[in-house]
């Protein structure tokens, strides 16, 4: 309604009526439109909820399955204990194969010993003056066989340990 020179009570009370009426009618609509955003944004809201929750139960289903990873690995650890029964199992086998090899040795050196004794005192008994000189270069040639020998006899010896740590290790 426009204004009218012409106001009286009842076209005031028309116009006031019809202006709060009109206002009445845009607040509603305003009312209806914050309504509908707040339950897009609340139904949005809900909808984040769900995707982070979802998301937060794949990782925590990730982490269990990770954790049981670790204690499966963990059982199949060697322990400390486990460790040393073995490695003074192994220290003794060595040390024992080391001890019969250093036997085996010392009776072959003794054997090479007699045997040079022998020959020496051959050697003293058939030599003269003149082949005396010919008599101390095959005797120092057979000390060199001996030192030979001996040599021979340290790197089977320690070729044979390292074969056995190879396959104790290996069997393992």
């Not at 076209?11 to 009109?22: F, G, N, P, R, S």
């Not at 206002?23 to 609509?29: F, G, H, I, N, T």
């Not at 072959?108 to 270069?137: C, M, P, Y």
């Amino acid at each position: 309604m426009e204004p009218n020179k012409d106001w009286s009570i009842n076209t005031l009370k028309e116009h006031i009526c019809a202006v709060m009426k009109e206002r009445d009618d845009r607040y509603e609509e305003r009312f209806e439109a914050q309504e509908q955003a707040t339950a897009s944004a609340l139904q949005g809201a809900e909808r984040a909820q769900d995707l982070a929750r979802n998301a937060m139960e794949k990782r925590l289903d990730a982490m269990n399955e990770f954790r049981a990873a670790l204690t499966d690995q963990t059982r199949n650890f060697l322990t400390k204990n486990e460790y040393s029964l073995q490695h003074k199992a192994l220290e003794d086998i060595i040390e024992a194969h080391i001890l019969n090899e250093a036997e085996r040795v010392q009776a072959q050196e003794e054997r090479i010993s007699g045997r040079l004794k022998g020959i020496k005192e051959d050697i003293e008994k058939k030599a003269d003056e003149k082949d005396l000189q010919n008599v101390k270069d095959k005797q120092e040639g057979n000390n060199k066989w001996l030192l030979g020998m001996v040599a021979a006899v340290v790197v089977a010896l320690i070729l044979t340990s390292v074969d056995l740590i190879v396959r104790l290790i290996g069997g393992s």
